[in-house]
């Protein structure tokens, strides 16, 4: 997802999660969450942790900015097919999602 800045320049998530670990840019919480557990080898987490200290954020909004840079990243290299194919998947799941949200 690109994201269009104040001033009009647009920008990647990897751009913006840079400039949130240099000090030099913010975050900003977007849409409904939904708790999930998971499993990181050590030493991504401590990675994650290393990033998240340096950029005062949580290790939650640490970890879902880089699974956006990773899907915007992955997104960049399918054929249109595939994109395609993921982004009708991508609806169906949220719906699915959505659904059980409203439920709870």
Not at 68 to 84: A, D, I, S
């Amino acid at each position: 997802m690109k994201i269009k800045l104040d001033d009009g320049e647009v920008i990647s998530e990897a751009q913006q999660v840079a400039s949130i670990v240099e000090g030099e840019g913010v975050g900003i919480s977007k849409g409904v969450a939904k708790v999930l557990s998971m499993r990181l080898q050590l030493r991504t987490l401590a990675e994650v942790e290393a990033l998240a200290h340096k950029s005062k954020r949580s290790r939650n909004a640490t970890l879902e900015a880089l699974l956006e840079v990773g899907v915007e990243e992955v997104h960049k290299l399918l054929r249109v097919e595939t994109m395609q194919e993921v982004n009708e998947l991508t609806s169906v799941a949220f719906a699915q999602l959505w659904e059980e949200a409203e439920s709870c």
